[in-house]
């Protein structure tokens, strides 16, 4: 079983930055790939940013330029680095990962940490 925990969520003033890290725990043979979903209120969840397996990223077209992710393997950590926030940026940022082992491939979510950019 494969357990995620996030931090670094918080308030922040526009053009403020933050850092959330997932640190990913637990019976992982293989990842896939590790990302940063988040979810306003009344809103679907969306893909924030995404690093697969290989360094390969992909970021919504609206943090672009803003936003970084970068991952530790050898810690199965992943971390998102936000600048330049905006109030749109506002939501629940949940850590994604998906990893492999011989029975299969599985997705796990972490708990979500919150990030609140106003003045």
């Known amino acids: 079983q494969v357990q995620l925990v996030e931090s670094g969520g918080g308030l922040v003033q526009p053009g403020g930055s933050l850092r959330l890290s997932c640190a990913a725990s637990g019976s992982i043979f293989s990842i896939n790939d590790m990302g940063w979903y988040r979810q306003a209120p009344g809103k679907q969840r969306e893909s924030v940013a995404v690093i697969m397996r290989g360094g390969v990223t992909n970021y919504a077209d609206s943090v672009k330029g803003r936003f970084t992710i970068s991952s530790d393997n050898a810690k199965n950590t992943v971390n998102l680095q936000m600048n330049s926030l905006k109030p749109e940026d506002t939501a629940v940022y949940y850590c994604?990962?998906?990893?492999?082992?011989?029975?299969?491939?599985?997705?796990?979510w972490g708990q979500g940490t919150q990030v609140t950019v106003s003045s």
């Open positions: 994604k990962v998906v990893h492999s082992s011989a029975f299969g491939r599985y997705t796990v």
